[in-house]
């Protein structure tokens, strides 16, 4: 199959692919089954083969993904998670005036050590939206405050984006993290605007009566060391990526993901006084995990990529958008944003469309970094208002109100935050980046 009949029926393929996407099928089994399908009716079935095999050995993905959640198992072992948590929760409780956006930022900050938006949502949320219920916000918005804010793994050099948009634009992860966190936080200021002023019009902040009466656990007792431990990596990496530091300890160049993922647990298990050998486990159990979640999500997209180049539908496309550069940045916002509003996973759009489209951004005229982090940023607020993501209805349930209801109140500052970033990243050069 050749030509024009190639392409529509590769349209016709990934049309289907969205709409078994937004019906909750598997996404590695319907990407992986499109790409194989496509390839073969290319008559190339090995390019989808050889897209599974060159995604699955990518090292530098590897590395980073899997030491991330080798270190999150080792804080969870440990229960370093719970103690920042409760500390982060225990400030909360006085600062009565901002409790909402509090909540959001206390959610943001430990997103970005635990990097999945569900597993924080359920260890967050678990603690903070009872404790809003009872000093008297409605149990939409205390659950609204939660999801809105887990999208803080954006900054994470564990992210599964970080190593994609560093490997497409040849940087290092932390430059990759500069370009986009300026916008990430603009993209937070706005949710957390939206999310207030929703909050004072439904008169949501204040003043609710649980009837319930919903116990808050206050007797945990927080040890503010272990408390630290699940951000001395991050620390660790903001600190050595200083250009200052790198040049008067020069051995810092050669400080990355993995090494601080592994000292961060080393220390977790020394300070909590833990078995190494149940240390040692559990850090593989995460690198095991996130292999079978985040990796094979990367792996299916690369074979899905594979499928389309068979059949020339990227360079089709491609060359159709050469003469039609104004839509790009719209494309880049809008496509993983509804895809990942729609299916409640952002990480599959934003995968498929920088290894499909970004890769030739400079081919284009836009800056590769920049174009690859506004897929990644929109896809995961696009998420973040689904009424169908892991993170939306495991907070729907601590709090027992319908998932549609967080949509309801986060959709706004999403949309918006959405349109912010794609000026930021596309059409200007603000950055932290040097």
């Known amino acids: 199959m050749v030509g024009i009949s190639a392409v529509v029926f590769g349209l016709v393929v990934i049309v289907s ?24 009716v290319a008559f190339k079935p090995l390019e989808a083969i050889n897209g599974f ?4 050995t990518n090292g530098g993905l590897i590395q980073n993904i899997c030491s991330v959640m080798g270190f999150a198992f080792v ?20 600062v009565r005036p901002v409790l909402i956006p509090s909540a959001t930022i206390i959610t943001y900050l430990v997103n970005i050590s635990l990097t999945s938006a569900a597993g924080t949502s359920a260890a ?7 404790l809003l219920i009872s000093v008297g916000v409605a149990p939409s918005m205390a659950a609204s405050a939660v999801v809105l804010g887990t999208f803080g793994s954006l900054l994470s050099p564990g992210s599964v984006h970080q190593p994609i948009i560093a490997s497409l634009a040849n940087i290092e992860v932390m430059e990759a993290i500069k370009v986009h966190a300026l916008a990430d936080f603009i993209a937070l200021f706005i949710g957390i605007v939206s999310l207030t002023v929703v909050a ?20 945990f007792k927080v040890n503010p060391i272990f408390a630290i ?65 985040s990796m094979a999500i990367i792996v299916s997209a690369g074979v899905f990529v594979a499928g389309m180049k068979s059949l020339g539908i990227i360079q ?59 897929a990644a940023l929109s896809g995961v607020l696009g998420r973040t208002m689904s009424p169908i993501a892991g993170a939306t209805i495991i907070c729907a349930g601590i709090a027992k ?32 980046a040097n």
């Open 124 to 130: 967050v949320g678990s603690i903070l939206i009872p």
């Open 17 to 40: 692919v969205v709409v078994l996407l937004i019906r909750r099928y598997d996404t590695c089994t319907v990407l992986l089954g499109a790409g194989m399908l496509m390839a073969t």
């Open 316 to 374: 089709a496309g491609i060359n159709s958008l050469k003469d039609s550069t104004d839509i790009i940045p719209v494309a880049t916002a809008s496509l993983p944003f509804l895809l990942g509003l729609l299916s409640g996973s952002g990480d599959a759009a934003a995968i498929t469309f920088n290894e499909s489209v970004t890769v030739f951004a400079k081919e284009l005229g836009f800056d590769t970094a920049r174009m690859a982090s506004l």
């Open 229 to 293: 431990l699940p951000l001395i990596p991050v620390i660790l990496l903001i600190t050595f990526s200083v250009e200052e530091v790198r040049e008067t300890f020069l051995w810092t160049k050669q400080f990355n993901v993995p090494t601080a993922m592994l000292l961060g647990s080393i220390l977790c298990f020394l300070f909590t006084r833990t078995s190494p050998s149940l240390a040692s486990k559990s850090f593989f159990d995460g690198m095991g995990s996130a292999y079978g979640e």
């Open 75 to 94: 804080m969870k072992l440990t229960s370093c998670d719970k103690h920042l948590i409760m500390l982060l929760a225990r400030g909360l409780s006085k």
């Open 200 to 219: 004072k019009i439904l008169k949501e902040d204040k003043g609710y009566v649980d009837p319930n009466e919903i116990i808050v656990d206050r007797s």
């Open 401 to 432: 109100i319908s998932p549609l209801e967080i949509s309801k109140r986060n959709g706004v500052g999403m949309i918006i935050a959405t349109i912010v970033a794609m000026f930021i990243l596309m059409y200007t050069t603000l950055s932290f």
């Open 53 to 56: 095999i060159s995604s699955m």
